[in-house]
């Protein structure tokens, strides 16, 4: 049922880091056209973070966490991760994994991993 699982989320200060991993089961990574990462605020729309193309050689970020957060790719490891630094409140949310078989759009979604920053 479950085709991408996030992990790796917790309660950080403010300045700290984390790193998001998403795993895929049922296909590889090297299946999806894009993969990304999103998140949704208490009260807030769900938004665009961070992806990735299938070679892992073109990323892109929203302005809000550009030169504190790097995802990247490992397909040996069939997983994606979201390393974040620099951590502020604003960055708490719950953080999803999506992917596409195509550029243009998500098809699939995992669970969500909680992220906290405390000031």
């Known amino acids: 049922q479950v085709q991408l699982v996030e992990s790796g989320g917790g309660l950080v200060q403010a300045g700290g880091s984390l790193r998001l991993s998403c795993a895929a089961s049922g296909r590889t990574f090297s299946n999806y056209a894009i993969v990304g990462w999103f998140r949704q605020a208490p009260g807030k729309e769900r938004e665009f973070v961070a992806a990735?193309?299938?070679?892992?050689?073109?990323?892109s970020y929203a302005d809000s966490v550009k030169g504190r957060f790097t995802i990247s790719r490992d397909n040996a490891k069939n997983t994606v991760y979201l390393q974040m630094n620099n951590l502020e409140p604003e960055d708490t949310a719950d953080y999803y994994c999506?992917?596409?078989?195509?550029?243009?759009?998500?098809?699939?979604w995992g669970q969500g991993t909680q992220v906290t920053v405390s000031s």
């Open positions: 999506a992917a596409g078989l195509t550029t243009s759009g998500y098809s699939y």
């Open positions: 990735i193309d299938r070679s892992g050689g073109i990323t």
